[in-house]
């Protein structure tokens, strides 16, 4: 071979390779239309990209998406939908994704696209804080992290009232369940703190919403696990922010006694004219395997005190620790104090001298599950699989399930790492005519195993805490306890119309008329599963 025929065979040969680099396949699940439109650009098929989108922080479930689009705008989600909806072949998948912090493939699609909200964060002036005249309320791009509503609505010294206990999660995110935490008893879940949205539908249409305006879409989205659309945009509700908080802890021996002064605490503002109750009350168990010391609040109690009621921990198998907060600023530095004794010391019954308090912050409250994530990260403890469960369980079950669960089927596993939360909400603060299913009863229970398998991801470990799940789920329907799961799993019809119960009906309807064709959020496994 010639110089110039080598030379003109290397060139060739290296325009080829080049080409076969830069080309990125189009997915055959995907209509070809799609690849004419403007989003085409902004569709990746690359492996990074597709790994992203192929797992969660549950990290118990794999879905491979076909694509995954990093819209720039609301119109981008928009075309992307109505590309799928119109489609002359087929209709694909589409599931938004914030933080992925969903624990069973929530947030995920085989096939299908993804959209990653967050790429929308990227744009400036995705939060607006308006008000005055003690009216305030923010304008939230739903891909926008609560930390950041936080940071910002905190220049103008308001703050959201309702929070849930991660702020590293996205305002859509939360919406599309119902977000709670401690706040819950006062203020109800972040889902009744909303007054409008912005939600693209599963027809492509993007329609603004509120109680007055659109309200069966706006009531159908609120809880509605992304099934109706996909929000864009919401108007959250402010109040002044406090600047501080004294932060309690009470160990408990006895069950009774502490879900009775739970309840005493969370109805407290009832009848106490010109007297403001706690602003936050949660509950949580203390267990040779969900110590002192947990990654919500790693560095709460001393050296001392851990070791001491880690001792006592182990001589009774169960201890249980309420954890209350009242907020205060400036103006009432100098009665904090004479309220919270006048609440929690005259008639409650947890252990005497086991009463523990801090000052802190207001910010380094609500984000105190933080530092214990970087630490559980700094261990690479924190991207490990997360088979959670959630559930509400009513008032008049709750001490079945203590014996049943608590001091039962969890005191046979030493392996169940992690927080074990317990907390008591109240019916009256949420709104029914909302998507989000909760017992019927005035006053029910927020349970949280949040366990973690940190055996290396051990496959044996992770089925171990997957069967003491089953295993609980089994002992509440023998017993006949009316739960309802929160983040709620299910692989059939009939349980999720089990779930729904007289909700099923209308969920149903609203499906039918905001996405006919069931093209959103099929992780969820609501209209896509048989039986």
């Known amino acids: ?60 479930t794999r879905l491979v998406p076909a694509g995954v689009l990093y819209p720039s705008s609301e119109e981008d989600i928009v075309e992307l939908i109505r590309c799928s909806y119109g489609s002359s072949s087929s209709p694909f998948s ?26 929308l964060s990227n744009n400036d002036g995705r939060i607006h804080v308006y008000g005055g005249s003690g009216y305030w309320y923010a304008d939230v791009g739903g891909e926008q992290l609560w930390i950041d509503v936080l940071n910002a609505t905190l220049d103008h010294g308001v703050a959201p009232r309702s929070w849930t206990d991660y702020l590293y999660l996205t305002v ?21 703190n909303v007054y409008e949205m912005d939600v693209v539908t599963g027809r492509g249409e993007t329609m603004t919403c509120s109680k007055h305006m659109n309200s069966e879409l706006f009531y159908a989205v609120l809880g509605g696990f992304g099934q109706f659309g996909i929000i864009t945009r919401a108007r959250i509700a402010l109040d002044p922010a406090p600047t501080r908080v004294k932060w309690v802890r009470m160990i408990y021996i006895d069950f009774s006694a502490f879900t009775s002064d739970q309840e005493h605490l969370i109805t407290f503002n009832e009848g106490q004219a010109g007297k403001k109750g706690l602003d936050y009350v949660e509950g949580f168990l203390l267990m040779s395997q969900s110590p002192a010391n947990n990654w919500r609040s790693s ?25 209350v907060a009242k907020y205060y600023d400036p103006f009432s530095v100098d009665t904090v104090d004479k309220e919270l004794a006048e609440m929690l010391v005259k008639g409650l019954s947890f252990i005497p001298g086991l009463i523990f308090t801090k000052d802190v912050s207001y910010v380094d409250f609500l984000n ?137 009906e209308v969920f149903k309807e609203r499906k039918d008329k905001f996405d006919p064709l069931a093209i959103l959020s099929p992780g969820q496994r609501i209209f896509n599963v048989h039986g």
Request: charged share 25%.
């Open 1 to 60: 071979m010639d110089k110039i025929s080598k030379s003109c065979f290397m060139v060739i040969f290296f325009v080829i390779s080049m080409m076969g680099k830069l080309r990125k396949p189009w997915p055959f699940s995907l209509p070809w239309e799609l690849k004419s439109l403007d989003i085409a650009s902004k569709l990746r098929f690359d492996p990074e990209a597709i790994k992203m989108a192929s797992t969660d922080y549950g990290k118990v």
């Open 94 to 119: 589409i599931a938004a994704r914030g933080e992925g912090h969903s624990v069973r493939g929530q947030a995920m699609v085989a096939d299908g696209v993804v959209i990653n909200m967050r790429a």
């Open 172 to 192: 859509g995110g939360t919406l599309s369940n119902a977000g709670i935490s401690g706040q819950s008893f006062l203020h109800g879940p972040q889902i009744t």
């Open 299 to 323: 560095s709460f109690f001393s050296h001392t005190d851990y070791s001491r009621i880690t001792s006592l921990a182990t001589q009774h198998g169960v201890l249980y620790c309420l954890e």
């Open 368 to 504: 105190r599950v933080r530092s214990g994530e970087l630490k559980l990260r700094s261990k690479e403890l924190w991207d490990v699989p997360h088979p959670w469960l959630n559930l509400f369980v009513p008032k008049s079950r709750i001490l079945d399930f203590d014996a049943g669960v608590f001091k039962g089927i969890l005191q046979q596993n030493p392996d169940t790492n992690g927080p074990i939360l317990v907390y008591p909400m109240i019916r009256s603060k949420w709104d029914d005519r909302m998507s989000a299913v909760i017992p019927d009863e005035d006053i029910f229970y927020s349970i949280g195993l949040l366990k973690s398998s940190y055996t290396n991801g051990s496959t044996d470990h992770h089925l171990e805490l997957e069967d003491q799940n089953r295993k609980i789920l089994e002992f509440c329907e023998e017993a006949g306890i009316m739960l309802k799961q929160y983040l709620p799993n299910y692989r059939t019809k009939g349980e999720w119309m089990n779930h729904f119960g007289p909700k099923w």
